[in-house]
């Protein structure tokens, strides 16, 4: 089945502590992209890739990392998570014209 | 900074009936728009995509325009149901691969 996975689903962590979050997808698709979701606000690009080693800014990438050296991962790393980082994330894929996404299931993750 | 903005925070409808959401885009020339299908606690479902030389794109009961004229996207759910109340997302694409989404519009269908 095509898909994209994403783990954890839900995180619960303190201030400082570095997290991973991520995100796989089978489809053998060129970009990927990270999102987070508040209420009022949307979902906001954080960072994304066109393809393997190459990953661009989005609106909000400060206090993020991403990488993207095997095809079908790019995780998500929040080297010193602060309470403003609590949020809902959407990794997505798409094939190599970037059209139609393919969203995860969201990791919800709360910064004590 | 580019920006995408839909009009209605929420659109409440009597089934049956033609729901029409708007989204506006500006400070951008976006290569693309997409609309979105977005249930609660859920990753938003792809549901449509237009270009820019596009005017108009339709499948089944859906439909969206694209005028670069206005800035604004259309997206028509025509017949509409119950079954279709979720929040609908329109988001801006660059060909550069930089996506900006808008807030999004709440749509209820009542019976």
């Known amino acids: 089945e095509a898909q994209v996975t994403q783990n954890p689903r839900y995180l619960i962590t303190v201030t400082g502590k570095k997290l991973t979050v991520t995100c796989s997808q089978n489809?053998?698709?060129?970009?990927m992209s990270w999102y987070r979701q508040d209420p009022g606000l949307g979902l906001r690009q954080i960072y994304y890739?066109?393809?393997?080693?190459?990953?661009d800014k989005g609106d909000v990438p400060e206090g993020y990392k991403v990488s993207r050296k095997e095809k079908r991962n790019f995780p998500l790393i929040l080297e010193s998570p602060s309470p403003n980082q609590t949020s809902l994330y959407f990794c997505?894929?798409?094939?190599?014209?970037?059209?139609?996404?393919?969203f995860g299931p969201g990791t919800r993750l709360l910064v004590l | 900074s580019q920006k995408i903005e839909q009009n209605s925070e929420a659109l409440n409808i009597q089934e049956g009936k033609t729901a029409t959401l708007t989204c506006n885009y500006t400070?951008?020339?976006?290569?693309?728009l997409q609309w979105y299908r977005q249930d609660p606690g859920r990753g938003p479902v792809f549901l449509l995509l237009?270009?820019?030389?596009?005017k108009e794109k339709r499948k089944e009961r859906l439909k969206v325009t694209f005028d670069t004229t206005l800035k604004q996207s259309l997206f028509h759910i025509t017949a509409s149901q119950p079954a279709d109340s979720a929040t609908y997302l329109c988001?801006?694409?660059?060909?550069?691969?930089?996506?900006?989404f808008g807030d999004g519009t709440t749509l209820t269908v009542k019976p």
């Open positions: 997505a894929s798409s094939g190599v014209y970037q059209e139609t996404q393919y």
């Open positions: 489809m053998n698709h060129e970009y």
């Open positions: 890739s066109m393809n393997v080693e190459v990953t």
């Open positions: 400070n951008y020339s976006p290569a693309y």
């Open positions: 237009i270009r820019e030389n596009e």
């Open positions: 988001v801006g694409n660059t060909n550069a691969g930089k996506s900006t």
